[in-house]
Every structure is written in C-alpha cells, then in structure tokens.
C-alpha cells in the first residue's frame, strides 16, 4: 500500500482491491483523504484511481456488480449523506443517492438487489448515540430508503472490513454501544 490510512472503503472487485478514502496522522493531526489507492492481485501492483470528490472516512461501503459504493462519511468537521458509485471501470464517482440521516460506522450489505445500511452512529465521538435502525433501498435504484426491523442485538456501531484477498489481513471491530442512559 503507497502510505498506511484507517477508515477507508474497501471491496475486492475481480483482481483489484479498492481502498477509498480514510485518515492518516502526521505529526500529531490528522488528515482526511480523497485518496483512492488500487492494488492489481495479479500484477502485484498499486495504482492510483479516481479521487473522492471530498474526504471522506468511517463511512459504510459495499463492493457489488456496480463497483464500490461508499455511503456517507465523515470529513473530520461534518458528516456527510451523500453516496457515490466508483464504477467497475474505475473510472470516475457519480453521486448514488442520499442517507436518510447522517450515519458513519455503519455497516452496508446487498442482497437479492437491495442495499442494506445496519447500525452506525450519528456521532464520531460519542457511541452512545449508535442506533439499531436497518435501512433498505433498491441498489439499483437508490433514492428511496425504507426502514426496516431494526437489529434484534440493540444499537451498534459496526465496522467489518469484507474479505481480503490471501496474503492481505485487517483486523474487524463491532462496538456494541453502552445501553442507553448509562
């Protein structure tokens, strides 16, 4: 990898592994990156791709038949709705619809066509604002989200990297949030 960052959005499309956006610390601050860095398996080589169109990080992201999908974020100041596509040609983000609210470490999953974003916390400090709520849309079709049952185990934050090729590992955090009012 070009230079070490935390919070990016990964997936493993075909032979590249795609890492979009993240932080890195320098000399005591932190930075918030566009940066999009991409690792051919094959070739055994990194590359750069397209930039975010802002940095972001701790967003949830999901590696489908469309690309990679990043679904908000945080920018160190504000959190962000917003959603971008980077496509499988890997050749530029377009928007893909909006959050119904401001969510970061949550966790985004597609199935069967939908697009699902669990958990998440409306707050990069402070855990105890994490939710149980599920969200639904058509992948396809993403300006419409529903909400759905809301996750039987209580509020979460969650942050699971998907899987990574061989010889590539990361570590997986799920922080349950305290119970509320504690």
């Known amino acids: 990898m070009p230079a070490a960052k935390a919070g990016a959005a990964t997936a493993l499309l075909g032979d590249r592994l795609i890492l979009a956006g993240g932080t890195y610390w320098e000399k005591g601050q932190k930075h918030w990156l566009r940066q999009v860095?991409?690792?051919?398996?094959?070739?055994?080589?990194?590359?750069?791709?397209?930039p975010?169109?802002?940095p972001l990080a701790y967003g949830a992201f999901v590696g489908s038949d469309r690309g990679l999908e990043v679904l908000g974020g945080?920018?160190?100041k504000h959190l962000d709705r917003q959603c971008w596509?980077?496509?499988?040609?890997?050749?530029?983000?377009?928007p893909s619809g909006t959050l119904p609210d401001s969510r970061i470490y949550g966790r985004a999953e597609g199935l069967g066509g939908v697009l699902y974003l669990l958990g998440g916390s409306s707050d990069?400090?402070?855990?105890s604002g994490a939710?149980?709520?599920?969200?639904?849309?058509?992948?396809?079709?993403?300006p419409t989200w529903k909400t759905r049952a809301p996750m039987?185990?209580?509020?979460?934050?969650?942050?699971?990297p998907p899987p990574w090729p061989r010889g590539i590992s990361s570590s997986s955090v799920d922080v349950a949030a305290p119970p509320m009012g504690t």
């Open 74 to 76: 945080w920018d160190g």
């Open 85 to 94: 596509l980077l496509d499988l040609n890997m050749g530029a983000w377009t």
């Open 152 to 160: 039987p185990s209580g509020p979460r934050a969650l942050r699971m």
């Open 124 to 127: 990069a400090g402070d855990l």
């Open 131 to 142: 939710t149980d709520t599920v969200f639904a849309t058509n992948a396809r079709n993403a």
């Open 37 to 50: 860095d991409l690792y051919d398996v094959r070739r055994d080589e990194w590359r750069s791709g397209p």
């Open 52 to 54: 975010l169109p802002l």
